[in-house]
T-cell receptor, first 115, second 117 residues
Framework: AQSVTQLGSHVSVSEGALVLLRCNYS??????LFWYVQYPNQGLQLLLK??????LVKGINGFEAEFKKSETSFHLTKPSAHMSDAAEYFC?????????????FGTGTRLLVSP | DAGVIQSPRHEVTEMGQEVTLRCKPI?????LFWYRQTMMRGLELLIY????????DSGMPEDRFSAKMPNASFSTLKIQPSEPRDSAVYFC???????????????FGAGTRLSVL
């Protein structure tokens, strides 16, 4: 069964610092991987997705993620954090048995950005 | 498009009462998902539909929960009777068909915050 593990329930950075949120996946077949962001009192919205094309995926708001098969990782990065990046971030893997429609989410990482 | 619309945004009810949550997916989307989010269990998929047909309801906690999708533009999640442990944020999401360029992307509503006293 597909699963993702997000290391660190909370990550704190200073404004302008590098953001690194970690995600490792487990999948029996080449996966589709996603990062979603949730701002307070809102639903999740897609940041970026990997669907077996380029291994470096660029998303919205300056975020990017690199698919590394050898490490089974899909870490999310942003070179310079902004206060508005404070939110909860979810990594997800899709289930190929459902035509990649069903997503399995990680437990989330809350990003805190200090001035 | 207005996005996925959920109502109500907040619901406070007493234990034993029936609760109905509503969802209007994005027009043209073939898939609809119901999730529950709690601090303890994170984001859980309850059920999902394809073309109004329930495909996988293995995440529905128990018989007190039921979901319907009578047409392509409307779905309900019902809890009867409600219990305090049902308190959570319930999200609805929709996704386009497999042939769409945006396939596999789920678009979430703003959620319904349910409090059962």
């Amino acid at each position: 069964a597909q699963s993702v593990t997000q290391l660190g329930s909370h990550v704190s950075v200073s404004e302008g610092a590098l953001v690194l949120l970690r995600c490792n996946y487990s999948s029996s077949v080449p996966p589709y991987l996603f990062w979603y962001v949730q701002y307070p009192n809102q639903g999740l919205q897609l940041l970026l997705k990997y669907t077996s094309a380029a291994t470096l995926v660029k998303g919205i708001n300056g975020f990017e993620a690199e698919f590394k098969k050898s490490e089974t990782s899909f870490h999310l990065t942003k070179p310079s954090a902004h206060m508005s990046d404070a939110a909860e971030y979810f990594c997800a893997v899709s289930d190929p048995n459902t035509g990649f429609q069903k997503l399995v989410f990680g437990t989330g990482t809350r990003l805190l950005v200090s001035p | 498009d207005a996005g996925v619309i959920q109502s109500p945004r907040h619901e406070v009810t007493e234990m034993g009462q029936e609760v109905t949550l509503r969802c209007k997916p994005i027009s043209g989307h073939d898939y609809l998902f119901w999730y529950r989010q709690t601090m303890m269990r994170g984001l859980e998929l309850l059920i999902y539909f394809n073309n109004n047909v329930p495909i996988d309801d293995s995440g529905m906690p128990e018989d007190r929960f039921s979901a319907k999708m009578p047409n392509a533009s409307f779905s309900t999640l019902k809890i009867q009777p409600s219990e305090p442990r049902d308190s959570a944020v319930y999200f609805c999401a929709s996704s386009p068909q497999l042939g769409s360029p945006a396939k596999n992307i789920q678009y979430f509503g703003a959620g319904t915050r349910l409090s059962v006293l």
